[in-house]
């Protein structure tokens, strides 16, 4: 039998075979990222105007929102993950809609050069470095909080770490 053209007998397009659509695809979904995203950018517009930053000063605004949304989306994200993973809208609605619309490389970016075009390029480098640092600081804390590794253990056996090679033991 040859290949389809894509086309049903008529020359119109083949409808999607319901046995091969994705379970997170379809309008829940993105309107849980649309939901999100529209929380996230008032989130971060309230943020924004609570701490507005000269030219020449620290944006300890976008810096807040930068790290906090480091830390949720890796708390989300490993929980979806590990614990929740036939959630079909936490993961759209929280990491994709709120942290896309709460977080901004962009205006990290921008942030940047306008220091350096204005003569600040030592804060600059010091609100890159330090932000770089802090993110990565806040997403590690977010794993471990969604891991349940702040507390001792119960003895119990936890979940098993995805990140590990087959034959690699867990460190306790």
């Not at 036939?86 to 896309?100: E, T």
């Not at 480098?125 to 794993?143: K, M, T």
């Amino acid at each position: 039998m040859p290949e389809s053209s894509g086309t049903d007998h008529h020359g119109g397009p083949n409808p999607p075979d319901p046995r091969h659509v994705h379970p997170h695809h379809g309008p829940g979904p993105l309107a849980a990222i649309a939901v999100g995203g529209a929380l996230g950018t008032l989130a971060r517009y309230g943020v924004e105007r609570a701490a507005v930053a000269n030219a020449a000063g620290f944006p300890w605004a976008t810096f807040v929102v930068n790290v906090v949304g480091s830390f949720v989306l890796a708390l989300v994200v490993t929980l979806v993950v590990e614990r929740w993973p036939g959630d079909r809208f936490i993961r759209p609605l929280v990491a994709v809609g709120f942290c896309g619309g709460f977080t901004t490389f962009s205006t990290f970016a921008v942030e940047i050069d306008q220091r350096v075009r204005h003569g600040h390029a030592g804060t600059a480098v010091v609100y890159a470095a330090v932000s770089l640092l802090a993110g990565v600081g806040a997403a590690l804390a977010g794993i471990t909080l969604a891991r349940g590794r702040v507390r001792p253990g119960t003895g119990a056996p936890g979940p098993v770490d995805p990140d590990l090679l087959a034959g690699d033991e867990e460190s306790p």
